[in-house]
């Protein structure tokens, strides 16, 4: 008898717990934020300066949700095949991918294998992605095959690196930054940003002012 009353005790105090919780007040963690929106126009003028001037991954938004910063980027990536490409790792900033068309062979994994940190003063570090490392290879690393329509997760700290890719891939990416490390990008930032050439504000690929060299095959 005095087990079934426990039983009956706790039940009750879970069912009051769960109560509780729903009728607790929550405030908006983001008072009074004001909505984003993106057109494809816009995405796709990225794409089309990525494509002319050799630029690999493009900040379009960095928008305050009031406890992270959300940027949305689209990478274009030419044709690689290369088992050894570099691997990429954040440290703060986790990044979902939509791939929007092409196809690819992506190798994700956290127990990185030779890693050097990336440079502060890199175009990714400062403007895009945080703090990082690159890495030689992925420790029992797994292998996706994505095409378009597909989405990935990469949490902060997990490697990723792009093995191979048939001709190119374009993704829209994600960026989730809740320490709020990389900056602000506004619409007006955008359209200025636009205006140029974008070979200051890109990160990685031949045409990028910083560092092409270590850029060149490797995932962001």
Do not use: W
Not at 156 to 167: E, L, N, P, S, V
Not at 193 to 210: H, K, Q, Y
Request: charged share 20%.
């Amino acid at each position: 008898m005095k087990a079934a009353a426990l039983v009956v005790a706790g039940g009750i105090l879970g069912a009051f717990v769960v109560l509780s919780a729903q009728q607790r007040e929550y405030a908006p963690t983001c008072k009074m934020c004001p909505g984003t929106y993106i057109p494809n126009s816009e995405i796709q003028a990225y794409v089309k300066r990525g494509i002319a001037n050799q630029l690999t991954d493009q900040q379009i938004r960095q928008v305050d949700i009031g406890k992270a910063n959300v940027g949305v980027a689209v990478v274009y990536r030419g044709k690689i095949n290369n088992p050894n490409a570099n691997v990429a790792e954040h440290d703060l900033v986790s990044e979902v991918y939509h791939v929007i068309d092409g196809s690819a062979t992506l190798v994700l994994g956290p127990d990185l294998i030779g890693k050097e940190r990336r440079p502060a003063d890199e175009t990714t570090v400062r403007l895009l992605n945080g703090p990082g490392n690159n890495a030689k290879a992925i420790r029992n690393g797994v292998s996706y095959e994505l095409k378009a329509g597909d989405a990935v997760v990469i949490p902060a700290g997990t490697g990723h690196q792009f093995t191979r890719i048939d001709d190119h891939i374009t993704y829209l990416m994600v960026r989730v930054d809740p320490d709020k490390i990389t900056p602000h990008k506004t619409e007006a930032d955008s359209k200025a940003d636009l205006a140029t050439d974008g070979r200051a504000t890109a990160g990685g690929g031949a045409g990028a002012a910083s560092s092409p060299e270590r850029s060149r095959g490797r995932g962001k």
